[in-house]
């Protein structure tokens, strides 16, 4: 295939072009600001699964207490029956002992009952502490979320301000090419990534391995309008001043 070498030398901008492009969809696939993001939603999720567990425990001490209230409640209600009628005068001498070994183990139960009560009301207090930091923590993951997500909505902007650019770049090019010349690009560039790259030094652009003589000096001796190839990875090799021919 014989083409201008001027056109030829333009292979070597719409390569550039399709090599910003590749650059763009990998960085747009590997965005740090989208790690960011999954991990602070792990990290968010893991709060709130903390915050859930202390409300659970809040729950169940609140019912404690509750619980624990009522019978110190019921303690002292039987207590006030037990010495009103102690006091009252009209119970028999058995009745009165009685009275009296009842009080006293209420008085024991009551104690019981009240140090059980104590201990739980700190263990509220201390879970109230944990409920509060762990709701601290979550506000503050969803805080950074929020601007995650903010800088990740700015970098996929700049990706499709570049992307755009890019596209356009390339549709205003294109054009220049014969259509043979063009699908030759097209069907390297799908199969190995890079369609055309600049002969630099003796070495293929695009694989980067280094011709041998033979090859040089038959690529020496051709015209310049011939389309050379890698005989390596197949890309259009593109001659310049640089290439050492």
């Known amino acids: 295939m014989n083409v201008d070498p001027a056109v030829q030398r333009k292979l070597l901008d719409l390569a550039a072009i399709d090599a910003e492009q590749a650059r763009i969809v990998h960085r747009r696939n590997t965005l740090p600001e989208a790690q960011e993001i999954e991990r602070l939603e792990a990290e968010r999720q893991s709060r709130k699964d903390a915050a859930v567990a202390v409300e659970i425990v809040l729950d169940d001490l609140d019912r404690d207490i509750r619980k624990l209230e009522r019978e110190v409640e019921s303690v002292r209600n039987r207590e006030d029956r037990d010495r009103k009628l102690l006091n009252g005068g009209t119970v028999t001498p058995k009745q009165m002992t009685e009275l009296e070994h009842e009080l006293q183990t209420l008085t024991r139960r009551q104690s019981i009952l009240e140090d059980e009560l104590l201990e739980v009301m700190e263990l509220r207090e201390a879970s109230a502490a944990d409920h509060d930091h762990a709701g601290s923590q979550l506000s503050k993951t969803e805080d950074e979320l929020i601007d995650a997500r903010r800088h990740h909505g700015d ?72 389309v050379l190839r890698c005989e390596e990875c197949g890309a259009i090799l593109v001659r310049t001043k640089e290439s050492g021919l």
């Open 155 to 226: 970098a996929v902007a700049d990706l499709d301000t570049a992307d755009k650019r890019c596209a356009a770049d390339r549709a205003g090019l294109v054009g220049e090419f014969p259509a043979d010349l063009l699908a030759v690009y097209e069907r390297q560039r799908a199969s190995r990534g890079a369609g055309a790259a600049l002969l630099q030094a003796r070495r293929c652009g695009a694989c980067r391995m280094e011709l041998d003589r033979n090859l040089i000096a038959r690529f020496a001796a051709s015209p310049a309008e011939l």
